[in-house]
């Protein structure tokens, strides 16, 4: 595997399942990033991890959960989400640095709350 | 907060001519970086091209080019030669430097995109 990696592709929960998304970083970033792609909306920043330690939480709602066990893997937590958190949900790495560093995404996760 | 503003939502060009995507942001930042992004249908988001706010001089990959006006805020980019498989969604992205103090400034701010459709 190469590049940001997440599973699965797509993901149809109801509004009491609990469930998890996975991201895997194959290319030595110590940062990673959560965000969110609404139809007719610009891409949301959720959560930024760098070195494992979470900066940044840009007011999500307590029902998502992220969680970074190393560098190379992120993970989202989701519990009890409402059908409008149906979005396709992206994951990001970069090497952050000072300047700016471009943000490697993956595939994301199409997700579905009925 | 830095917004990020695409004011054409949809754009339609023919195979080997140009096209021009527009993108104006606001910031009271002297240093940044601009990005572009473009994320076919269906598939990955992928970096087309970057622009640092101390670099005078636009910024070219191949078919790319940008047209970076740092006082009048505004960052569009040039698709020359157009192909197919530029059909996609383009993405304006705004960064702040990154600050070790802080340890924060590097998240991406996104335009709402704007669809490009190419055709034959």
């Known amino acids: 595997e190469t590049g940001v990696t997440q599973t699965p592709r797509h993901l149809v929960m109801g509004m009491t399942n609990k469930k998890s998304l996975k991201c895997e970083q194959h290319?030595?970033?110590?940062?990673m990033y959560w965000y969110k792609q609404s139809a007719k909306k610009p891409l949301e920043l959720m959560f930024v991890?760098?070195?494992?330690?979470?900066?940044e939480n840009n007011s999500v709602p307590s029902r998502f959960s992220p969680e970074c066990p190393n560098s190379s893997h992120l993970f989202l937590h989701l519990h009890t989400l409402q059908p409008e958190d149906s979005a396709l949900y992206l994951c990001?790495?970069?090497?952050?640095?000072?300047?700016?560093?471009?943000?490697?995404f993956g595939p994301g996760t199409r997700l579905t709350v009925l | 907060a830095q917004t990020v503003t695409q004011s054409q939502p949809e754009m339609s060009v023919q195979e080997a001519e140009t096209v021009t995507l527009s993108c104006t942001y606001d910031?009271?930042?002297?240093?940044?970086?601009l990005f572009w992004y473009k994320q076919p249908p269906s598939r990955q988001m992928i970096l087309v091209i970057r622009?640092?706010?101390?670099?005078?001089q636009n910024a070219t990959e191949n078919r790319f080019s940008v047209n970076f006006q740092k006082a009048a805020k505004s960052f569009s980019l040039k698709i020359s030669d157009s192909q197919l498989g530029d059909t996609a969604m383009y993405f304006c992205?705004?960064?702040?430097?990154?600050?070790?103090?802080?340890?924060?400034?590097?998240?991406?701010?996104f335009g709402k995109g704007t669809s490009l459709l190419v055709t034959p």
């Open positions: 290319l030595g970033h110590n940062a």
């Open positions: 622009q640092e706010a101390y670099k005078q």
């Open positions: 991890y760098n070195f494992k330690e979470q900066t």
């Open positions: 990001a790495s970069s090497q952050v640095a000072s300047g700016g560093n471009e943000q490697f």
């Open positions: 910031t009271s930042e002297n240093n940044y970086y």
């Open positions: 992205a705004f960064m702040k430097p990154f600050l070790v103090d802080s340890n924060s400034g590097y998240a991406l701010n």
